[in-house]
């Protein structure tokens, strides 16, 4: 989540209820800003958006799919592809 999420309440319902602990990167004016928080998240962050930058580059610019099944199967094929291409990558060097 990012600064412009700031709603406590949503945030705690989260926790509570789901037991899901979102990890928001806050204003540093925030009452809730921890800095240790705020740095797991940011590498959080910048993890997620590599590895959905890699995969941007491998998509074409269309996915032609007649149907939902075959355009899942097509998004999962470049998954695997990446996936594939990163364990090939780290064992030859």
């Known amino acids: 989540l990012d600064r412009g ?3 406590h309440l949503y945030e705690d319902l ?3 209820a789901q037991e899901v602990v979102p990890m928001v990167i806050r204003r540093r004016n925030s009452r809730r800003y ?3 928080m705020q740095y797991l998240a940011i590498v959080g962050r910048r993890v997620v958006e590599t590895v959905g930058s ?3 580059h491998l998509f074409p610019r ?3 799919a007649v149907t939902q099944e075959g355009f899942v199967i097509k998004v999962l094929t470049f998954v695997l592809a ?3 291409s990163l ?3 780290k064992m030859a060097g």
């Open 54 to 56: 890699m995969l941007h």
């Open 87 to 89: 364990l090939t990558q």
């Open 34 to 36: 921890l800095p240790w």
């Open 62 to 64: 269309r996915i032609h």
């Open 14 to 16: 989260l926790r509570e």
């Open 82 to 84: 990446h996936n594939i």
């Open 5 to 7: 999420y700031e709603s």
